[in-house]
């Protein structure tokens, strides 16, 4: 079993930055950050593999998100920048660890969620 608990949503106002971090209980082969807005499917939209540090970004979040991964620390991180309106959701990190790793393979764990809002 692998724990996820994520923190650093909150509201940021469009420009802006924040960091959401995720923390994991054990070794994860590779994380991913979800997130979903109400009455929206949920998206998957970075992911990397944690010893590699290989990252697949998708076209809503590319050149604006980095995801990055410290194996010390066991801590998936997600710094995002020049946040949109369209931004705000919850968002979830998951993990595998094992298996194919793209976004839209099953994830096997999930964290609670953290809420980000982006006033505009």
């Known amino acids: 079993q692998v724990q996820l608990v994520e923190s650093g949503g909150g509201s940021v106002q469009a420009g802006g930055s924040r960091r959401l971090s995720c923390t994991a209980s054990?070794?994860?082969?590779?994380m991913a950050w979800f997130r979903q807005a109400p009455g929206k499917e949920r998206e998957g939209f970075a992911r990397?593999?944690?010893?590699?540090?290989?990252?697949y970004y998708a076209d809503s979040v590319k050149g604006r998100f980095t995801i990055s991964y410290d194996n010390a620390k066991k801590t998936l991180y997600l710094q995002m920048g020049s946040l949109k309106p369209e931004d705000a959701a919850m968002y979830y990190c998951?993990?595998?660890?094992?298996?194919?790793?793209?976004?839209?393979?099953?994830?096997?764990?999930w964290g609670q969620g953290t809420q980000v809002t982006v006033s505009s």
């Open positions: 998951a993990a595998r660890i094992s298996g194919v790793c793209s976004l839209q393979a099953e994830y096997n764990y």
């Open positions: 054990r070794y994860t082969y590779c």
């Open positions: 990397i593999y944690t010893n590699s540090q290989n990252t």
